[in-house]
């Protein structure tokens, strides 16, 4: 099953997509959630409750009539992985990690596909980075490895956009992987039956149309299991939390010379049975924001 939050009408909530079209939860359920958190938050009655709707819905609104926002607008937290694909970890002219290295990204840099990506005004050092994320269904503490895999509410593509200086100044990384609209997830949430094995997809990153990064997930240092078990042994996982699982070579800082993104690119990642997640670059807009 795949979920998402759209929008339409000037109206967000939750809905599950069949086919070209998608089923209105708010319509087809209305006794859940529309907001993907909260919805999470119910388990797996909610899933349930959603599936049933959706096979029984007459008709959808069309696809082409909404827009896909991020599936978690408002993630409690965005957890990302470092240095897990060993060649990438050449490319980064680094030694392969003992444990999981793990920083954060700040929720507030989520998008949804189509959504522009800025290029700060602080920095020409931006680069791409395609990558398969995952998100938690249970609130959960403690969690083996062998049993990871009940707290996992599905699978989605990801783009931990990076901007390399300000990301390589400090030991933690957080302030050069958290810029706004630097999370860029979607299209959609698939959940497990719809995938299978989540560490045996193809994974393919394309920059205006040419192809920078081709792996497969079979090639995780620490894969998605192994990520649960660790960050479960400090802190609890609570249902809508992002972790993405890192991302193979290709990245721009890497190639010779370096290729960074500007304004006016296009990045598109798909990742097999997960779709595709696009997103144009451009200037980061010029005025102060005061809220």
């Known amino acids: 099953m795949r979920l998402v939050t759209f929008r339409h009408q000037d109206h967000a909530r ?21 907001e993907m958190v909260a919805f999470l938050t119910v388990g797996e009655e909610a899933i349930r409750a959603a599936r049933d709707a ?28 470092g240095l897990n694909y060993a060649d990438h970890v050449a490319e980064s002219g680094q030694t392969a990690p003992e444990v999981p290295i793990f920083f954060n990204k ?10 522009p990506v800025h290029v700060p005004r602080a920095s020409a050092l931006v680069d791409y980075e395609g ?22 509410a599905g699978y989605m593509v990801a783009n931990d956009v990076s901007v390399r200086d300000w990301q390589l100044r400090t030991p933690t990384m957080t302030m050069g992987k958290s810029f706004d609209t630097h999370g860029p997830i ?6 497990p039956d719809a995938v299978g094995d989540p560490h045996a997809l193809e994974l393919r990153t394309w920059v205006n149309g040419e192809e920078r990064q081709h792996s497969n997930t079979k090639h995780l240092i ?14 609890t996982l609570e249902p809508g939390d992002i972790v993405t ?11 010779q010379p370096p290729a960074f993104l500007k304004a006016g690119d296009t990045v598109r990642i798909e990742i097999e049975k997960l779709g595709a997640l696009e ?5 980061e807009p010029a005025q102060t924001v005061l809220l």
Not at 18 to 34: F, N, Q, R
Not at 70 to 76: C, D, E, G, R, S
Not at 106 to 115: I, Y
Not at 144 to 152: G, K, L, N, S, W
Request: hydrophobic share 50%.
């Open 14 to 34: 939750i809905g599950v997509v069949a086919g070209d079209s998608v089923v209105d939860l708010s319509v087809a359920a209305p006794e859940l959630p529309t």
């Open 54 to 81: 959706a096979d029984k819905a007459d008709a959808g609104i069309p696809l082409a009539s909404v827009t896909l926002l991020a599936p978690v607008l408002h993630p409690p937290k965005y957890l990302a992985i």
């Open 106 to 115: 700040q929720a507030t840099c989520v998008v949804g596909t189509g959504a």
């Open 131 to 152: 990558e398969l994320a995952f998100v938690i269904g249970r609130r959960c503490r403690h969690v083996p490895r062998d049993r990871a895999h009940e707290v996992i």
């Open 186 to 191: 979607g299209p959609w949430l698939v959940t």
């Open 222 to 235: 620490f894969d998605c299991f192994a990520q649960v078990e660790h960050l479960s042994t400090a802190f």
């Open 245 to 255: 699982t890192g991302t193979p070579a290709g990245v721009g800082g890497a190639m």
């Open 279 to 283: 997103n144009a670059f451009i200037e």
